[in-house]
């Protein structure tokens, strides 16, 4: 390492020769020193052996700007730079220490990207939007409270199909809309379920009171009130002294006092049937006809679509 003021004075061939060395000397191992050059020009270059960085002085000869640094530990040199700039018409290529190419730069077809075409490339929202496809349509549980950028809540709100182009074009008015509006699916309160006929061949899961086959059907409800229809078949037995039922031919329904069991029965209650009816004999009415909940076990999220 050696550093020189590059200023040779008159001086006898000897001392000449040595202080024109050592200038030699000074721009072979650019100014390299733990110290600054006492004397410096703009655009001289420094390696700054305290720290092993290359520094270079500005253009106003003022100061000294930190180029990169050496990695004498792995024997590489690391740029340190806020904007690194670099002109190449036909891109710029890369090289390992054997001299072959890992990566090429070329020229990108968008403002954000840096295409590469070797092994290994530079990854930018564009690359990583292809290399990661997000199509247009797609839907998916989020648990934000506001859809993020490119996306947009599922709560059946009319949007312009010209401000989203792509998705009218991935779903259409399937959930509603026409003309220059079409709406996104309504999926406030609802779960989804896959479309019955999925590949083209109805698997008959669920056929009511929904149709299945239909992209975009929706229906359900939160609770349900149980009809008599609904019911499996069944009868209720009325027992007078819990083993059998004793009747006559009568059509009598209510306590008879002069009905007589006999002895060893224990019988408060005759009651009688008509042949002519199925129902004779029932039971009071029990129940209250309250709606159940149909809810399963739930946690609420939002859902969001791709624009």
């Known amino acids: 390492m050696s550093q020189h003021d590059y200023v040779i004075n008159d001086q006898t061939t000897p001392a000449f020769r040595a202080d024109l060395n050592s200038a030699l000397a000074a721009i072979a191992t650019n100014n390299g ?60 290529d890369i090289l390992n220490s054997s001299g072959s190419k890992i990566l090429d730069l070329a020229v990108a077809s968008e403002a954000t990207a ?29 648990g934000g409270t506001s859809a993020p950028s490119n996306w947009l809540l599922c ?49 008959n899961r669920l056929t009511s009171p929904i149709n299945g086959d239909t992209l975009g059907a929706a229906g359900g409800t939160e609770s349900h009130a149980l009809t008599e229809a609904e019911l499996a078949a069944h009868h209720h037995l009325l027992f007078t002294d819990g083993n059998s039922s004793d009747t006559t031919g009568s059509s009598t ?30 039971s009071k009415t029990t129940g209250s006809g309250t709606a159940h909940p149909n809810v399963q076990p739930t946690l609420i999220l939002n859902y969001i679509i791709k624009t």
């Not at 655009?43 to 700054?48: A, F, I, K, R, V």
């Open 253 to 282: 329904k209510y306590p008879s006092s002069s009905y007589n069991p006999g002895s060893g029965f224990d019988q408060k209650y005759e009651i009688t049937y008509s042949t002519s009816e199925a129902d004779e004999g029932r």
């Open 155 to 203: 709560h059946g709100q009319s949007i312009s199909t010209s401000t989203y182009a792509a998705l009218h074009t991935a779903i259409g008015f399937t959930y509603g809309g026409s003309g220059s509006a079409f709406n996104v699916p309504d999926l406030r309160g609802r779960v989804v379920a896959g479309q019955d006929d999925m590949g083209g061949s109805s698997a």
């Open 33 to 92: 020193g733990s110290s600054a050059p006492s004397t410096t020009y703009a655009g001289q270059w420094w390696h700054d052996t305290s720290n092993n960085l290359l520094k270079v002085r500005n253009a106003a000869n003022s100061a000294w700007v930190t180029v990169g640094e050496f990695d004498v530990a792995n024997s590489r040199f690391k740029l340190i730079s806020d904007s690194l700039k670099a002109a190449s018409a036909g891109g710029i």
């Open 114 to 142: 840096i295409a590469g075409t070797n092994n290994t490339e530079i990854m930018t929202p564009l690359r990583v939007a292809q290399a990661v496809p997000l199509p247009s349509g797609m839907i998916t549980p989020y």
